[in-house]
């Protein structure tokens, strides 16, 4: 069965990199072919009249029953209704051959799950339903698969084969118990050293910075020392002469005075220029190791309930609020051509949204304004202190979507 599912799975990530990934049908002897999210179904197409279709799959073994709905130009496009063999149906929205928009999974028993989808993948929050219509689960897709999925499926590596057999662990799920011996920050990318109870060293990696839509990594902030068990893809081996990896510090907005922080801001070009000088040293990472690209891991500070939506916890739970809306006074603290640093009013919490080229007002420092934006995981703020040639990336909370104005 995993070996099926691994299989099931590498044609996922492969049609990720597609561009052109759609879902048409096409006449071959009577039956059409129809592709729906990562696999393809075989069946007859019956036109009700020129602009509905219901589409028969002709495999009984197969979990797709039927599709029904809008139909134009070869292929399903707007509303349509899929059957499934448990007798579960799917409400969703095609548009030019792709499933777009939400959708809504209904089982028999009341329970539903709601979920989006993009050019024809789903991503993004996964959140299961009652059927009193309260939130009974939470997940999200992590390469068009349930994270929970990837968890169920993940298993310990022997360590000596994650050298001696990289292909064959390629792209599998593994989860690792640890130690906390590093925390880093790329230019684009956090970086985690865990060492298991045999001193073997592992080596995850994930975006902390917005959110990723096809990628999200439920990991909240980690402490040096703590005891975790962490998930990840293998990728492979990291080259012990592998010079990309530069390794830096990171501080959550909430720990630090952004007095001190506007203080020490520099620019992307700045840090890309002097990030050779001012990276960390680390013996471990001048060696070849194993690499994951992370998903999920189990802490301390693992979410074990709804966590209120403050703003330590908007900082520790990106992955929770991601794309939820957010309404706020306060004054403008700091701006740059594409970032606009907010400090809501009455606290010392700072957010940073995106600045719009199309802004009716100039905005200046000083400014008191109200915002209401879309919570789009952190940015990752570039600091440099000149006095002891310390720099480190500053994350507060990131507002996309940002509607600016000034008040009166």
């Known amino acids: 069965m995993k070996k099926i599912f691994f299989l099931y ?46 589409f028969t799959n002709v495999n009984n073994d197969s979990d797709l029953i039927s599709i029904e709905g809008a139909w134009k130009d070869e292929a399903f496009d707007g509303d349509c209704t899929i059957t499934y063999s448990d007798d579960s149906i799917q409400n969703v929205k095609f548009k030019n051959g792709l499933i777009s928009g939400t959708v809504t999974h209904k089982f028999t028993d009341g329970t539903y799950k709601i979920f989006k989808c993009k050019k024809g993948i789903p991503n993004l929050e996964i959140l299961t339903y009652s059927s009193d219509q309260e939130v009974i689960n939470q997940d999200w897709f992590f390469r068009g698969v349930p994270i929970q999925t990837w968890v169920a499926n993940a298993s310990r590596p022997d360590y000596s084969s994650l050298f001696n057999t990289v292909n064959e662990y ?44 096809y990628t999200p990594a439920e990991i909240a902030p980690l402490n ?13 081996l990291k080259e012990a002469d592998d010079t990309s990896y530069l390794l830096f510090n990171n501080v959550m907005g909430y720990n630090t005075d952004f007095p001190t922080v506007s203080s020490e801001i520099v620019d992307d070009s700045f840090a890309l220029s002097y990030n050779k000088i001012c990276s960390i040293s680390d013996p471990d990472m001048e060696q070849e190791l194993p690499l994951f690209t992370a998903f999920k891991c189990d802490s301390e500070l693992s979410l074990s309930n709804e966590p209120k939506k403050n703003y330590k916890n908007i900082c520790d739970y990106p992955y929770y609020f991601s ?86």
């Open 9 to 54: 799975l590498s044609v996922i990530f492969s049609l990720l990199t597609i561009q052109s990934f759609n879902i048409y049908a096409a006449d071959t002897d009577e039956l059409v072919t129809v592709s729906v999210y990562s696999k393809q179904y075989y069946g007859t197409l019956n036109m009700q009249n020129d602009s509905t279709a219901v």
């Open 170 to 213: 390629l792209e599998k799920p593994f989860c690792v118990s640890g130690s906390v011996t590093g925390i880093y920050e790329l230019f684009q990318q956090k970086i985690i050293k865990i060492i298991d109870d045999n001193g073997n060293i592992y080596l995850f990696k994930y975006r902390d910075t917005q959110t990723a839509r």
């Open 224 to 236: 040096i020392g703590e005891t975790v068990t962490i998930y990840g893809i293998y990728e492979g």
């Open 323 to 408: 794309k939820t809306s957010i309404k706020l006074q306060g004054t403008i603290v700091y701006l740059t051509e594409e970032q606009i640093f907010i400090q809501k009013k009455g606290t010392s919490d700072i957010y940073v949204a995106s600045a719009k080229k199309s802004q009716e007002k100039k905005l200046a420092i000083g400014d008191v304004v109200s915002c209401k934006a879309t919570i789009d995981g952190m940015a990752k703020i570039p600091c440099y202190n000149s006095s002891n040639n310390h720099f480190q990336y500053v994350l507060y909370p990131y507002l996309t979507s940002a509607k600016v104005n000034i008040e009166k």
